[in-house]
């Protein structure tokens, strides 16, 4: 048993909690990564207290210092757990009394843990927002140093998983830099609404004691501050919203990995990931796995369970706070470790991976030229349709002969459409079709060019 006197809250219980409830109650094991956010929130309390003459200066400095001793202690791991430490919250307080006496009783005046731990794990989110912001980068630059190497580097371009249109590798990697950076993207629109004090909220009325919250958002760094009490210790949209953007980056990242994964096959030949970042198998020796790529593209799974979880955990609670929300912790950090490893090794197969060139332009067939001929009768003035039919029909006639498009003699090619002439054999050419793709946002090298130099210029700086 547990007993009532170890619990901070212990004075209108007779009995002592039971010791299966406290290891279910108790969150320290987990909630313990919030220790820092946690005694800087107490630190900017205690100047509050202090401003609003609640504590005096010298009970104010005695409280900072007791604070800083347990920084130090979890700094350097011998921040030493008590029974009765049910979560991080109580378990600095239950330290500050033993370090600096019954002043550390001062320290909880006109607070709850509602408005605490909202004020922890806001500041927690917003440190592993920007964490996970640099990730992105390390991924996108990855990309992009690919992207330079592969400017020129045909392959096709795949619709339905069926060749399509010549492109280049340089631009495959451009499109997983854009999908990225919409995640760094969505990661400050979250951290945005992180940025909202809930502190001085109280259990879930506010406080009553003059506190100054704006002060205390300038010293913790808030952008604003909650406007509604009740609302501010049960909201955890905040949680919802990084979580909801990790499970998309991590579909990102799965996407990416499955055409790794598929590229790298001895069907595809177009990519050898490098030997750290595969395995082999136990029972046959010719084999190399990518497995680094298959564990991303299966992780995405708990990203989206972990936001599953939170909008389960959410969906039908009433206001205000429950101790359902300490629910709210493990997928959290969960999806902060998976993605944050997930996103460096992704960024390390990239720059190791090695592509080759001559398996990906031997993969690129006649039929993928099919729209660029459609686009000769166009410009003579056919619609598009019609061109789109007349170009299927000798699709079909090669597919019957058994030879390539550019096997057909013209005057195949005249008795569909007697625009067509001898200029056509020039179009099977991969590298013209693909510089010819030169709208904004298309795969000429030129435009892949001036993406680069954007991406370059977004990236060094950050
Ligand atoms: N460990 C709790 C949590 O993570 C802290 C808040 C407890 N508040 C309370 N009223 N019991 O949610």
């Known amino acids: 048993m547990t007993g009532s006197s170890t619990r901070l809250w212990g004075g209108r219980f007779t009995s002592p909690t039971a010791a299966d409830m406290a290891a279910f109650n108790d969150s320290f094991r987990f909630d313990e990564r919030l220790a820092d956010f946690d005694i800087r929130g107490s630190m ?65 005046t006109g607070r709850s843990r509602n408005d605490q731990v909202a004020t922890s794990f806001r500041l927690f989110c917003l440190d592993s927002s920007h964490q996970l912001q640099q990730r992105l980068r390390e991924l996108q630059r990855a990309l992009l140093a690919q992207a330079h190497h592969h400017i020129h580097t045909l392959m096709p371009g795949y619709t339905h998983l069926q060749r399509a249109q010549p492109m280049t590798f340089g631009y ?27 502190l001085g909220s109280g259990a879930l009325t506010g406080n009553s004691l003059n506190i100054d919250r704006q002060a205390l958002a300038d010293e913790l760094g808030f952008d604003a501050i909650s406007t509604n009490a009740l609302d501010a210790v049960s909201d955890r949209d905040f949680v919802a919203e990084l979580l909801f953007v990790a499970a998309l980056t991590g579909t990102h990242l799965s996407r990416m990995a499955e055409d790794l994964i ?20 136990s029972l046959m020796p010719q084999k190399k796995n990518p497995d680094s790529m298959e564990l991303l593209r299966g992780k995405s799974g708990r990203l989206m369970g972990n936001l599953v979880a939170i909008l389960t955990v959410l969906k039908g609670l009433p206001l205000a706070y429950n101790k359902d929300l300490q629910e709210d912790k493990e997928p959290l950090f969960d999806s902060i470790d998976t993605l944050d490893l997930g996103l460096h090794i992704a960024a390390a197969v990239v720059i190791s991976m090695q592509m080759n060139p001559e398996r990906m332009a031997a993969a690129l067939e006649d039929s993928m030229f099919a729209t660029d001929l459609a686009d000769v009768l166009v410009r003579q003035g056919m619609p598009f349709r019609e061109a789109h039919h007349k170009v299927g029909q000798l699709v079909r006639h090669a597919l019957h002969s058994q030879v390539s498009l550019r096997a057909l003699p013209i005057t195949d090619y005249q008795s569909i459409h007697p625009g067509f002439d001898e200029t056509i054999y020039a179009l099977f050419d991969a590298h013209q079709s693909v510089a010819q793709k030169n709208s904004i946002g298309g795969c000429s090298p030129e435009r892949v060019n001036e993406q680069i130099a954007r991406w370059e210029a977004t990236l060094a700086w950050c």
């Open 172 to 198: 495959w990697c451009l499109a997983y830099i854009e999908m990225f950076d919409r995640d760094y993207t969505r990661l400050e629109q979250a951290a945005q609404h992180m940025r909202v004090l809930p």
């Open 262 to 281: 598929l590229y790298s096959s001895a069907e595809f030949g177009f990519v050898e990931l490098a030997d750290a970042y595969s395995t082999g198998s």
């Open 44 to 108: 900017a309390w205690s100047r509050a207290l202090a401003q609003a003459g609640l504590i005096d200066e010298t009970e104010c400095n005695t409280l900072l210092q007791g604070l800083q001793q347990i920084a130090s202690e979890f700094e350097a791991e011998i921040f030493g757990i008590h029974v009765g430490d049910e979560d991080i919250h109580t378990a600095v307080e239950r330290r500050l009394t033993e370090l600096v006496g019954a002043v550390a009783g001062k320290l909880h």
